[in-house]
Nanobody, 127 residues
Framework: VQLQASGGGLVQPGGSLRLSCAAS????????IGWFRQAPGKEREEVSC????????YYVDSMKGRFTISRDNAKNTLYLQMSSLKAEDTAVYYC?????????????????????WGKGTQVTVSS
């Protein structure tokens, strides 16, 4: 079981990036999958999750309207489209998955509840 995040980089404030997370060794169909991030000196925090079973999504309030999560079950890949990026979005972004046909929500989209984690990808927002 492996999750591989990619797509990070350096972007100017107000810019956009799209992160990808490729899953291998399992299919996403029965998982809630999501994005989490950890900034220097801070704890890991939730960003967004999506249920692969019913397509429901959950966003932390500060990400709503700026970030869009999506998944392609055929490609076994998760995406995070980020726009209007701010300096405070600078962090290592991780993808993670938890087994279960749950509706995506705050009780499911928690770091402590995830079964599988990928290595992170660095996102730096700076001019």
């Amino acid at each position: 079981v492996q999750l591989q995040a990619s797509g990070g980089g350096l972007v100017q404030p107000g810019g956009s990036l799209r992160l990808s997370c490729a899953a291998s060794g399992f299919t996403l169909d029965d998982y809630v999958i999501g994005w989490f991030r950890q900034a220097p000196g801070k704890e890991r925090e939730e960003v967004s999750c999506i249920s692969s079973s019913d397509g429901s999504t959950y966003y932390v309030d500060s990400m709503k309207g700026r970030f869009t999560i999506s998944r392609d079950n055929a490609k076994n890949t998760l995406y995070l489209q980020m726009s209007s990026l701010k300096a405070e979005d600078t962090a290592v972004y991780y993808c993670a998955a938890v087994l279960g046909r749950f509706v995506a929500g705050p009780r499911v989209c928690r770091s402590s509840g995830m079964d599988y984690w990928g290595k992170g990808t660095q996102v730096t927002v700076s001019s």
